[in-house]
């Protein structure tokens, strides 16, 4: 495997056109892989200057989070099969740790329910801030428990053209549409898993329901249940009440395909007698069948 270190001293020793021929690959495909790996290339003109006044090569970022360890040789024919590689325990942790640091010190959106952070170059949770502890630990254990499989995790690249599926916040079709206008949270990229070269979506959400609350004070509401055993100073005197979305803490999961040539979406939402957590085995048992079907040659075809 040429990895990122690697790729990046050769870019800057010689022109793309002469190492893509050693490589065996197209100008434009090396192009890609450089973009894929966040390698940063020499400049238009750099090779049609003289030697002294050609510029200095362009340090090597740290990798984004996602960003495969390197580039695979001899695997042409798919982009999504050139990349594909382990992902390690550390991998995960750093994608998570992340978005907990970013989920953690965001505010909520317009809707007054859900964690808006200011990046979005994040794993895809949909989270209140109560309901960010479970929803990062999930996580956690679903893409390990992926990567035992050989399935790699992790934000796709710019250089796919993937698409990130609407999610439904609300724990049942009942109630109100949570909406809170243009002001709601979305990953810039989709959180993928390749499965044997199908990529598909995750998106981990945590479900809200539409319920009556009172006003009791500095920013607080609560539900009709909690209100009736406050006593009279705790009610804030008059309350305001009002119809609200509010985290359940209870997750959905959402496996989807980010390809706009296929219809794949597949959900999972637990209840309080039957947590996500203890059917990660079966959902990725569904995951690999599903995108096998759609791997197969005749998978999609039209009848004769």
């Known amino acids: 495997m040429l ?19 050693g490589l065996a690959v197209s100008d434009s495909y090396l192009n890609k892989v ?19 006044d050609r510029d200095a090569p362009t340090p090597l970022p740290p990798a984004p989070p996602g960003t495969p360890a390197g580039w695979q040789k001899g695997r042409r024919r798919a982009h999504r099969h050139a990349f594909r590689s382990g992902v390690s325990e550390a991998d995960v942790a750093t994608l998570l740790d992340r978005a907990a640091c970013f989920f953690a010190a965001a505010d909520v959106d317009d809707g007054g329910t859900y964690l808006r952070p200011r990046d979005r170059w994040l794993v895809d949770l949909t989270t209140t801030r109560s ?14 428990a992926l990567a035992a499989r050989g399935l790699r995790v992790g934000i796709a690249s710019p250089s796919e053209v993937f ?9 049942s079709g009942a109630g109100r549409t949570y909406n809170a206008r243009n002001r709601t949270w ?5 959180t993928v898993v390749n499965v044997g070269g199908f990529p598909v979506g995750l998106a981990i959400v945590e479900t809200c329901i539409d319920r009556q609350m009172h006003y009791v004070g500095r920013g607080r509401f609560v539900s009709e249940d909690e209100y009736a055993m406050l006593g009279p100073v ?44 203890r059917r990660i085995e079966n959902i990725i048992d569904e995951i690999e069948a599903t995108a096998s079907r759609f791997l197969e040659p005749d998978a999609g075809a039209s009848p004769d």
């Open 131 to 144: 309901g960010l502890p479970k929803c990062v630990n999930f996580a956690g254990e679903l893409f390990l």
């Open 163 to 171: 698409v990130r599926v609407d999610v439904e916040r609300r724990q």
């Open 234 to 277: 705790e009610r804030a005197g008059h309350t305001l009440r009002r119809r609200m979305h509010v985290g359940t803490g209870l997750l959905r999961l959402i496996a989807y395909s980010p390809t706009i040539k296929h219809d794949l979406r597949l959900e999972w939402t637990e209840t309080p007698k039957a947590p996500l957590q």
């Open 186 to 190: 979305s990953p810039l990229r989709p």
């Open 34 to 52: 450089c973009r894929t790996l966040a390698v940063p290339r020499p400049p238009q003109g750099h090779w049609l200057k003289p030697p002294a």
């Open 3 to 21: 990895t990122r270190e690697e790729l990046h001293h050769l870019v800057w020793t010689a022109p793309s056109t002469k190492l893509a021929r």
